[in-house]
């Protein structure tokens, strides 16, 4: 019982490097997204003002956590 107990804490450990790993890649690709958006967003305004603004704020729909809880972790 105390193996697999070890076991399971390990396999614990691992995901949650991994999820941490992955948290912060989500963070930079939305931070590199961000900057694209705002990069197309001025470049729309200055090639053509007479057109209507329609591309949607991201950051009103992103679902990622910027502040995550560490409260998990043993």
């Known amino acids: 019982m105390e193996?697999?107990?070890s076991?399971?804490?390990l396999q614990n450990?691992?995901?949650m490097k991994?999820?941490?790993r992955l948290r912060k890649k989500a963070q930079l690709l939305n931070?590199?997204?961000q900057a694209l958006l705002s990069e197309l967003k001025q470049k729309l305004?200055?090639?053509n003002s007479k057109a209507p603004n329609n591309i949607p704020d991201?950051?009103?729909c992103s679902s990622s956590n910027t502040n995550p809880s560490n409260s998990s972790k043993p």
């Open 3 to 5: 193996r697999l107990n």
């Open 13 to 15: 450990c691992y995901i």
């Open 7 to 9: 076991k399971l804490y």
């Open 31 to 33: 931070q590199e997204n």
């Open 45 to 47: 305004a200055n090639g």
């Open 58 to 60: 991201l950051n009103l």
């Open 18 to 20: 991994e999820n941490e």
